[in-house]
Nanobody
Framework: QVQLVESGGGLVQAGGSLRLSCAAS????????MAWFRQAPGKEREFVAI??????YYADYVKGRFTISRDNAKNTAYLQMNSLKPEDTAVYFC???????????????????WGQGTQVTVAS
């Protein structure tokens, strides 16, 4: 089992920045792909970013503004969000899956471990 706890959400003005953290426990953190998803009110949960080993992949709508990273010594993944827009408002979830291949996995059903989510609100 892997337990995930997000933190760092909040209210920010458009153009501002936030850094989300995802603290993991339970298994060898470095063996897991870590990803961020988000869910806006009334919308489906969607992929944001993934990091596997040191390789990263982003959804087009956050590319160039968001940066995913991880610190294996601290068992923590991060999502640095810059140039935030009102449309980035959502609950952000971190997710983990055991690294079993060389692909970037972006589908919700491929992740077996989820945090409880942290609210990000971007005011215009």
């Amino acid at each position: 089992q892997v337990q995930l706890v997000e933190s760092g959400g909040g209210l920010v003005q458009a153009g501002g920045s936030l850094r989300l953290s995802c603290a993991a426990s339970g298994r060898t953190f470095s063996n897991y792909d870590m990803a961020w998803f988000r869910q806006a009110p009334g919308k489906e949960r969607e992929f944001v970013a993934i990091i596997r080993w040191s390789n990263r992949y982003y959804a087009d709508y956050v590319k160039g503004r968001f940066t995913i990273s991880r610190d294996n010594a601290k068992n923590t993944a991060y999502l640095q969000m810059n140039s935030l827009k009102p449309e980035d408002t959502a609950v952000y979830f971190c997710a983990a899956r055991y690294s079993s291949d060389s692909y970037f996995h972006t589908a919700i059903h491929e992740y077996g471990y989820w945090g409880q989510g942290t609210q990000v609100t971007v005011a215009s």
